[in-house]
């Protein structure tokens, strides 16, 4: 018969033996649990890998005209709608130009005095200072032969004892007078101008010629015509409105030939180049697109809100009519496009020391494949040597945690 004492310490041992079991089961199974690290995979691919840079831009014309007041005034007539298209030479607007119309035939008077000056200078002076020059040297020739002839008689009547010599020499000095009186008249003839004074009545005329030319340009500014066939897109005044100098009057463009300024952050521009395919959205036109091509890079880095950019002029191809200048777009350009490429998602790419690498799994394992990179956009990567077509790569720990060669792993969905 079985004592009690030493049955009970039987059954002792065996609950402690089972919990000493337990124990380790769940020590082992939660060590297997936490050395085996979960992963994503994807498997690498063939397709197009398209390398784009996205950014904003405002549409403008190509082809753009734009009228301001050239002196304050009152707008008198306006011919034209916002939106109506403008045939070359129509009147569109007109500014009360009374004002302007007689300073233009003031400045064309002063043109006209001008080249009646230099004309008469040029041909020895007006017809009337002609005359009276003409007149001046008669006289002067009459008086002079006078006095001489008085000489004569005076020096006749000293040697006779009849005259005195101061009374013959003061008859030869008024000879001498005239002489001198003759011959600045005779000269002025001959040289009726310097050259100084013509170079005067030049420049004079050249002054009326600009005030001319600076009127006539006030009063064709007041009277706005249309250059060319186009749409008047902007029309910010109103009939009977003060304006002042330098008020914009109008805008008009050809509403056919717009292009696109884009504002690219300064990293981006050196993938871009003159030639790249870019495509054009309109928030106002959704799911239509619109497509260009670069036409010039930007020549300097201006600051733009709080970013750095390049301004990049886009030729816009098919805009039709659906677009409007000052229309905020978004800009994508193509900067690299790759047929039937070998990718890989990026996030799986790993480098180290310059040496790029992916990581796959072999037997439950994490191994480290050495791979040979070409185009890389934001998503993908273009592998070229290292993995094959539909080849699985890890693309990290779904727990966040860090993986390396030889890592125990297995994959969840």
Known sequence: MTEPGRQSSGNAALWIGAALALVLVFFGVRRLTRDTVPIRVAPSRVEDLIDSTSTNGIVEPTVYFSAHAPVAGIV??????????AHRGQMLLRL??????????????????AEASLQALEAGGSRRQQLELTGNIDKAQIERGQAARDVAALKKLEAQGAASPSE???????????DASLASLEKQRNQPFTPLDLDHARAALKQAQASETAAALVVEQSNVRAPWDGTVYSLPV???????????????ADLSKLRVRAYFDEPDIG??????????????????KMHGRITRLPSTIMTYGTRNVGEVLVSIDDAGDSLLPNTNVTATVTTRSVENALTVPREALHIENGRDYVYTVERGALRRVPVEVGAINLTAVQILSGVSAGESVVLGATNGAPISEGMPVRIVE
Do not use: C, F, H
């Open 76 to 85: 008198s007539q306006i011919y034209v709608r916002a939106g109506e298209l």
């Open 271 to 288: 993938n871009l180049k003159v030639g790249d395919p870019v495509t054009i959205v309109w928030a106002g036109r959704p799911g239509g």
């Open 168 to 178: 013959v020499l003061q008859a030869e000095q008024r000879l001498q007078l005239d």
């Open 96 to 113: 009360d130009d009374a004002d302007s119309r007689s300073k233009l035939a003031a400045a064309v008077a002063g043109v006209r005095a």
């Open 238 to 252: 109103s009939r009977y409105e003060y304006v002042g100098p330098g008020t914009e009057l109008l805008e008009m």
